[in-house]
Nanobody
Framework: QLQLVESGGGLVQPGGSLRLSCIVS????????IGWFRQAPGKEREGVSC????????YYTGSVKGRFTISRDNAKNTVYLQMNSLKPEDTAVYYC???????????????????WGQGTQVTVSS
């Protein structure tokens, strides 16, 4: 069974940090690009970051550049999103997704990802 499970979300004060994990099972992570998305209430799902299968290419949306870092450990079948200097506007449900058909450089749309996790809530508030 192919599965992605996110963890690491929670409530944090502005300026704080969280590290999200996306653990995959049922397939080898090596051949997949992994994206992180987020969706705030009443807003469309937004692409946050992406890392290609070799980890040699990464992408960040402008609002998180310099604050978020994506990484992967294929041996552990896990992708991480380190989030620093968090802001209230980062509050959202965060999802990870996997695609084998596209690379991050293709800037794949959400519908072009094959597998999705269930999401983890991140709330930034004082």
């Amino acid at each position: 069974q192919l599965q992605l499970v996110e963890s690491g979300g929670g409530l944090v004060q502005p300026g704080g940090s969280l590290r999200l994990s996306c653990i995959v099972s049922g397939f080898a992570l090596d051949y997949y690009a992994i994206g992180w998305f987020r969706q705030a209430p009443g807003k469309e799902r937004e692409g946050v970051s992406c890392i290609n299968s070799s980890a040699g290419w990464t992408y960040y949306t402008g609002s998180v550049k310099g604050r978020f870092t994506i990484s992967r450990d294929n041996a552990k079948n896990t992708v991480y999103l380190q989030m620093n200097s968090l802001k209230p506007e980062d509050t959202a449900v965060y999802y990870c997704a996997a695609t084998r058909r596209y690379d991050c450089a293709d800037y794949p749309h959400p519908f072009e990802y094959d597998y999705w996790g269930q999401g983890t809530q991140v709330t930034v508030s004082s």
